[in-house]
């Protein structure tokens, strides 16, 4: 699983194919993409966690303004700050990040 899947099913509240697929750990993968988009994003904005209740996808990562009152920072600043957290992720995957096994 790449970094720009992960985040595309934890941005989408029908992700993870509606919440049925959603890894074993999926709080830290979360918590890793999270610290390093906000390493990424422009100081005005940040991503944090939501944990959705309801039938869906639970594991949801929002973007919201740096002092928490609005939401939805441009679309441009995001896909660059996605990008690049993309690439790093993707190389962390491959040397030992990986799902955990029973």
Avoid at 55 to 60: G, K, Q, S
Avoid at 70 to 93: L, W, Y
């Amino acid at each position: 699983m790449g970094a720009g899947f992960l985040l595309d099913e934890m941005t989408s509240k029908y992700g993870f194919n509606d919440g049925s697929n959603v890894p074993m750990n999926a709080d830290e993968i979360r918590a890793r993409l999270i610290k390093a988009l906000n390493k990424q994003l422009p100081a005005a904005y940040r991503a944090e966690a939501y944990d959705r209740p309801g039938v869906h996808n639970w594991c949801l990562i929002l973007f919201k303004t740096a002092d928490g009152n609005g939401v939805g920072p441009g679309v441009e600043e995001i896909a660059k700050a996605i990008g690049r957290v993309s690439e790093m992720f993707d190389v962390a995957t491959r040397i030992g990040l990986r799902r955990k096994r029973r």
